[in-house]
């Protein structure tokens, strides 16, 4: 009798112990300078139980859509922010949870509470107090001669030729805003209102956090770097014969391995930051940053906006060993799925066009970054050749415009590492030197 007494009381303590071991889960900062995010999906519903590890989350950041894992094993007891939540700020509660054995009936008490808790510390930043104003009496309103809306059954008045037009478009008389006398519709009137059934010629789409940061490092970029350009054109046909080779024997080994023409780009890019480091720096207010490993951020566009993933340590790499990561690279990056350290921090930027058959285009430098290369087609073009019979021949050019910070590049600096980038182009095999 006694051990039943006591297990009762056990179980009794353990529920009541358990009730407040419920804990919000709040939003998480996937990167340093994440200050709101989204909630994209939720991989565990609520009253389930998930393990350590586990992928609780996935979380829309101003760049990439991240996995959340569980970081101890728990019971999900109840979800605040549901999929396509935004605007989340960091630190701010996501969800309720809790352990095996916890009572979770409690867990809406507990939403509420750590829900209100985050609003008001937000809401009394926003909302300072005012002033008490002194009392006075209102002032009267002034008349006006607009008629108030009429509510249904009452008589419309409308002039004639507004009455004809309105029954020529098929336009209820109740739904024109009378701007006559006594509200008295006339035919200007019609001017302002749409016909019956039209629909709006365009489509508003909700700005994503991608885009909003886009947005805002652009505008910034503009503004506050002075940009100047420097564009070359650089003789292709060494490189597009290599390629060809290079393919060819790669083929006999792996059918899917193909190296790019911008696979060569990338490691000419730093080749030319080895033998020009100036241009391998960055602007950091009060010191000049120059880096010595060059670390290429590449553009790729995806359905949310532009994204700049980074292959680390390009000039200790191979073009075979570019051009897998670039592709695996590209791919996360459209897939939504790279991680904070794969698109921060890279040193130098290169932003291709080429594919679209774009000549010339500049491109917007990356702050903190220096240089932007921006890289159009490669095009067949009459170029001198006193050499030949005919004077001239045709060669494959292509047109590349560097864009540079003048705080940290001068002009001169820009001229030198665009030379040696063309020259390690027109002269793909020294990159084996």
């Not at 059934?197 to 991608?210: C, I, K, Q």
Request: hydrophobic share 40%.
């Amino acid at each position: 009798m006694a051990t039943s007494v006591a297990r009762i009381f056990a179980r009794r303590f353990h529920v009541s112990a358990r009730r407040h071991a419920l804990s919000p889960f709040n939003m998480p900062a996937m990167s340093p300078t994440m200050t709101e995010g989204g909630v994209a999906s939720w991989k565990v519903k609520e009253g389930d139980s998930f393990a350590s590890g586990d992928v609780l989350l996935e979380v829309e950041t101003d760049k990439a859509t991240i996995d959340v894992e569980a970081q101890d094993d728990g019971i999900l007891a109840k979800i605040i922010a549901p999929d396509g939540t935004k605007g989340v700020m960091v630190g701010a509660p996501i969800a309720i949870i809790g352990e095996e054995g916890d009572d979770l009936s409690g867990a809406s008490e507990v939403a509420a509470k750590a829900s209100s808790s985050s609003e008001a510390p937000a809401a009394a930043a926003q909302e300072p107090p005012k002033p008490a104003a002194p009392k006075s009496e209102p002032a009267p309103a002034p008349k006006t001669e607009t008629k108030a809306d009429l509510p249904s059954g009452d008589r419309i008045f409308a002039s004639p030729i507004a009455k004809k037009i309105a029954l020529e478009r098929g336009i209820p008389l109740s739904k024109i805003k009378g701007t006559g006398p006594d509200g008295r519709i006339i035919r200007e009137d019609h001017h302002h209102s749409p016909p019956a059934g039209a629909l709006p010629d365009y489509v508003d789409t909700p700005v994503s956090n991608m885009r909003k940061t886009i947005g805002t490092r652009l505008v910034q970029s503009k503004q506050e770097l002075p940009h100047y350009y420097v564009t070359v054109d650089i003789k292709m046909d060494k490189v597009l014969k290599l390629r060809e080779v290079f393919n060819k024997t790669l083929a006999d080994k792996d059918k899917g391995a193909k190296l790019s023409v911008n696979d060569f780009i990338v490691k000419a890019v730093s080749c030319a930051l080895s033998d020009v480091p100036e241009a391998n720096s960055a602007w950091l207010g009060e010191v000049i940053r120059t880096y010595k490993k060059a670390d290429i951020s590449i553009a790729v566009a995806t359905p949310t906006g532009l994204i700049t993933p980074i292959i680390k340590d390009v000039g200790s790499k191979g073009l075979a060993t570019i051009s897998a990561e670039a592709k695996a690279l590209a791919k996360k990056a459209r897939d939504g799925k790279l991680a904070p350290q794969e698109y921060q921090g890279g040193t130098f930027t290169i932003s291709n066009l080429g594919m679209f058959d774009v000549s010339h285009f500049t491109a917007i430098i990356n702050p903190p970054q220096s240089c932007i290369l921006a890289v159009g087609s490669t095009q067949p073009t009459l170029v001198p050749a006193p050499e030949e019979e005919r004077g001239f021949k045709t060669a494959n050019i292509m047109k590349v415009t560097l864009s540079s910070d003048h705080r940290t590049v001068d002009g001169a600096v820009a001229a030198r590492w665009l030379s040696a980038f063309k020259g390690y182009l027109e002269n793909p095999l020294t990159f084996m030197l």
